[in-house]
């Protein structure tokens, strides 16, 4: 069995968009009759692939398949031969689940690119209406939330029906330039600045950094990448880098300051500053570099340096848990503990025979984190430090 009609996949093209296109130069009414051809088709060929395709546009791709998803691959294959196709091609147009972490934030990839799961668009597909009167096809970053506007025609993508105020989402039609109530899609929205400088970002060389700072802004902000506002202000923030970050630090430096109960050296750490390096790990990139997280570790150098060591404790005395150590040092919880073990940290109070340290425990001094820190000279590439040899 072959299709009649061998569609090659565009580079940058969605998976969604090019089964649906492979079932419309084939003859098929849309996907869904192709789908339903392909579920027998496949457990003829394979008894553990009946089903591994779903009848659904919407739930096809790999990182959807969830423990299926190697079962979804070896279909995605056999349907790559139909095609007449490699089938890299095909692969290479999903997005699959990656190891990489942004801080507690799951990761999808696709190629070279890994983003947090976070950031695909889950109920529609926003289109750019000239895009698609030169070419029928969906591309990729139109899933991707941050994405409003087309880097191409400098317009804004189409998000919502004029006839019905649905939002478009062409893995429901199953039409390119129609909404799911059969009227053509048309474009009107004024293009916004911020939307086509993110957007421009998104598909250029530094993708793979936005993506994180997006996530990390997000986050530490409590906004929605969604809003039709968000853009401006990620752009506005980012205007004035680092002086934007360093005036919010020192604002929170100041009131511990003023509200100080405790003394300092008896202080959480995250009392004052919140999850502020545990957010911080949201900019990571693939490569290791976190341009947010270097800033941070910077303010702190600084912070330690201006208020060195007294008879009575300051704010460089704060407290740390293992984890915000390790972040800070860049290295795991496990070298924390080593670290600690082999004299290189010492504990804020005298422990207990045989106490375990915890992640969360509060036992180590900012100052003296910070000062180790800068005992060991950064390594290029970025990788996670290994200050003691393991056992």
């Not at 130069?25 to 457990?43: K, P, T």
């Not at 969906?138 to 006839?163: D, N, R, V």
């Not at 545990?278 to 208020?307: H, P």
């Amino acid at each position: 069995m072959h299709f009649l009609v061998q569609t090659k996949p565009y580079p940058d093209e969605a998976l969604e968009s090019y089964l649906l296109r492979l079932a419309s130069d084939n003859s098929f009414d849309g996907y869904s009759e192709l789908a339903d051809i392909l579920w027998q088709w496949l457990a003829e060929q394979d008894l553990e692939l009946e089903g591994a395709l779903p009848l659904e546009l919407s739930k096809v791709d790999v990182y959807q398949a969830r423990q299926a998803s190697s079962f979804r691959i070896r279909a995605l294959k056999l349907v790559a031969q139909l095609a007449g196709v490699n089938a890299s091609d095909i692969l290479g147009l999903a997005w699959r689940r990656s190891n990489f972490k942004f801080s507690n934030l799951g990761a999808v990839s696709r190629n070279e690119l890994t983003i947090p799961f976070e950031l695909l668009r889950t109920d529609n597909i926003p289109v750019c209406i000239e895009c698609l009167a030169e070419s029928s096809y969906i591309p990729f970053y139109w899933h991707l939330k941050p994405y409003k506007a087309c880097h191409k025609h400098k317009t804004q993508l189409t998000t919502c029906c004029k006839e019905c105020h649905h939002l478009i989402d062409y893995r429901a039609s199953e039409a390119l330039l129609e909404c799911r109530c059969s009227c053509k899609l048309t474009c009107s929205e004024q293009l916004n600045d911020a939307d086509f400088k993110i957007a421009s970002a998104l598909v250029s060389n530094n993708s793979q950094k936005i993506v994180g700072l997006i996530s990390w802004f997000a986050k530490a902000k409590q906004l929605d990448v969604g809003d039709a506002d968000f853009n401006r202000a990620f752009v506005d923030y980012f205007s004035t880098w680092p002086e934007s970050l360093t005036a919010e630090l020192d604002l929170l430096t100041n009131n511990a300051r003023v509200k100080q109960l405790n003394p300092f050296n008896k202080t959480k750490f995250n009392s004052v500053y919140g999850d502020l390096l545990r957010d911080g790990q949201i900019a990571a990139t693939s490569n290791g570099k976190n341009k947010v997280l270097d800033e941070i570790i910077n303010y702190f150098v600084e912070l330690v340096d201006s208020n060195p060591k007294s008879k009575h404790p300051n704010i460089a005395d704060l407290l740390l848990c293992t984890f915000d150590a390790a972040v800070l040092l860049n290295t795991t919880t496990e070298q924390v503990y080593r670290l600690h073990q082999e004299g290189f940290l010492n504990c804020a109070y005298p422990q207990k025979k045989h106490e375990q340290l915890r992640a969360d425990s509060h036992v180590f001094h900012l100052r003296q984190v910070i000062e180790l820190q800068q005992a060991f000279a950064a390594e290029k590439p970025q990788t996670k430090k290994q200050f003691i040899a393991p056992w």
